[in-house]
């Protein structure tokens, strides 16, 4: 049996270069870059070139619907952008950072695997330069600033504390804090009102910095950051409190994309890192734009599967951007069709060709799906050793009988050397130009159609029906004149209904919108589907158990 190293044990054994050098790649001088140390560095926003991001290739990569522990959207990124520079193709990886809440608890890290890594994957993985640090005490800022409001008898606004709808948070997993109450101990502690904490990536702090299209559009942004209505049911805004200055302060650096590198000395930007079930699940514009302003081809991805990052990163991150794909990676692995033809979790290696057949109707929902956008979706089968060559086989052939191309990825076991063909498949695709980019819905629609139109076109449901509570938030978001924002859904990334227990492909079924919130600051309204979690709780046995570090400094166990 052949026995493969960890991705930690990887990452330490490969030899990193100065970032200085790294930068040099994308003709970027040292005395552009404001270093965190040898191997980290802050990009500034004047490298950004709106004439180049026209110019270039960005390409989307997003999956089909996923099994818990994922299926390497994140190495098959970073893979490719190895297989491009190999093959002579100037291109950059431009990724989001990992949360700590996963990290230590069930899903781990966030910087690929095996030999498709981003480096320094420890310093990734944890505290990174502080850009979640910094969107925290941004959210967290703006919370104190709410309950001393309330508390203030010379400068009070009236702000009903039954109304507030803005949450602290923290950056870890920790369900004790989801409902709390604050206020107790008498006067001086402030006005006793419930309260929770939500995880920092499901901040609309987070949201909006990865849609800010500069540091002027970010203070407004967070001007408009709703925060719940007064005793006579007027709305307040963070503007009201004056606090969008103090907040934008505390966000001045982290709004710079980071630069780090591959394991193959290629260039990676990590910045931002919205979850895809909650918020819209990609980086920031201005990384991506950076990345498009530097290199020939950008390559980045979306969170969990294309009906949940993939649709939102099209229907609201482009379109607010002005940007146009030019081509789309839909990685797919054969253990998650195995799990979407009904394998039990421990049988998910175990190869299974009726399994694979029965589970190819998830992978085809989403091929047509991006073929919806006016883009033809490359299919990369991510490679585990327990595929058998008859399963991939028939993916290959299935995927050309739907006049889609589809190339076993071998990046996480061989690094650049396994992703040549998709690297030369993706550029022929690029340069062909028959791709042409177009959003799903228009967002002057009506909410309902909508809402309509992204749960039957990419859901495939036959119906949506609301809750009192939602009709009534209906109303409210007319009132305070949202309805032409876009559409980013809450939903379970289990399935592509809103019960997570449906796999595969279902049919006929009805979601339902059970409320509204409204992320008025990063400009879209979020219809909640089922019961969504904004704080996750940490498994039984949590992956901080087998962590270690030792006298020098030299971390064991992280993933």
């Known amino acids: 049996m052949e026995v493969f190293k960890t991705d930690i044990e990887i990452a330490q054994n ?29 990009l500034p926003l004047n490298l950004i070139d709106e004439k180049l991001v026209n110019q270039n290739n960005l390409v989307l990569v997003t999956a089909l619907t996923p099994t818990p522990a994922g299926e390497g959207k994140t190495t098959v990124s970073i893979g490719v952008v190895e297989g491009l520079n190999r093959i002579g193709t100037q291109a950059v990886v431009v990724l989001r950072e990992p949360s700590l809440g996963p990290v230590f608890g069930i899903k781990g890290g966030a910087a690929g695997g095996g030999y498709s890594q981003v480096v320094p994957m420890e310093d990734i993985n944890l505290h990174f330069t502080g850009d979640f640090s910094a969107i925290e005490k941004a959210n967290n800022l703006l919370a104190a600033l709410i309950d001393n409001n309330i508390q203030s008898k010379t400068r009070n606004l009236g702000i009903d504390p039954r109304t507030i709808v803005w949450k602290r948070v ?26 929770g904490f939500n995880i920092t990536p499901a901040s609309e702090v987070m949201a909006i910095l990865c849609m800010a299209k500069d540091f002027e559009d970010l203070k407004k942004r967070l001007g408009n950051i709703f925060i719940g209505f007064t005793f006579d049911k007027k709305p307040i805004f963070a503007r009201d409190l004056k606090a969008e200055n103090a907040m934008a302060i505390l966000l001045k650096d982290a709004i710079k994309p980071n630069l780090v590198q591959t394991l193959e000395g290629n260039p990676a930007i990590i910045h931002g890192g919205p979850f895809a079930n909650i918020a819209q699940g990609t980086n920031t514009i201005l990384a991506t734009k950076m990345g498009m302003s530097l290199a020939k081809y950008t390559v980045t991805e979306a969170g969990f599967g294309a009906d949940l990052g993939a649709e939102k990163f099209l229907n609201i991150k482009c379109v607010s951007g002005g940007l146009k794909p030019k081509a789309i990676i839909l990685v797919a692995t054969v253990r998650a069709l195995r799990h979407h033809g009904e394998a039990k979790k421990e049988e998910y290696n175990t190869p299974s060709l009726e399994r694979v057949e029965k589970g190819f109707d998830n992978l085809e929902k989403h091929i047509e799906n991006m073929k919806q956008f006016g883009i033809i979706p490359i299919v990369a089968i991510n490679s585990f050793p327990s595929d058998s060559n008859e399963e991939v086989q028939f993916i290959i052939e299935k995927c050309k009988s739907l006049n889609v191309q589809a190339v076993k990825s071998d990046g996480w076991k061989k690094g650049g050397e396994g992703t040549v063909e998709l690297a030369k498949i993706l ?26 139109t992204i749960a039957q076109k990419i859901y495939g449901a036959a119906e949506v029906i609301y809750s009192k509570k939602a009709e009534k938030d209906l109303k409210s978001i007319a009132q305070l004149g949202l309805n032409n924002l876009p559409i980013c859904m809450a939903k379970t990334q289990k399935s592509f209904s809103d019960d997570a227990s449906l796999l595969g492909r279902p049919k006929d079924f009805t979601v339902t919108v059970r409320e509204f919130e409204y992320a008025v600051g990063a400009g879209f309204i979020i219809p909640i589907l089922g019961n969504m979690m904004r704080m996750p709780g940490l498994p039984s046995v949590p992956a901080s158990e087998g962590m270690d570090i030792d006298n020098k400094g030299v971390i064991s166990g992280l993933s």
């Open 170 to 195: 923290m950056d870890m997993n920790d369900r004790a804090l989801r409902n709390i109450t604050i206020g107790l101990g008498g006067v001086t502690n402030g006005i006793p009102r419930e309260d």
């Open 427 to 452: 550029v022929s695709e690029v340069e062909k130009g028959e791709n042409k980019f177009k959003p799903l819905y228009d967002w002057d629609l009506p909410v309902k159609e909508k809402i309509a």
């Open 14 to 42: 490969n030899e990193m270069k100065h970032i200085s050098y790294i930068a040099k790649k994308l003709d970027v001088a040292e005395d552009d870059l404001e270093m965190y140390g040898k191997y980290k560095a802050k």
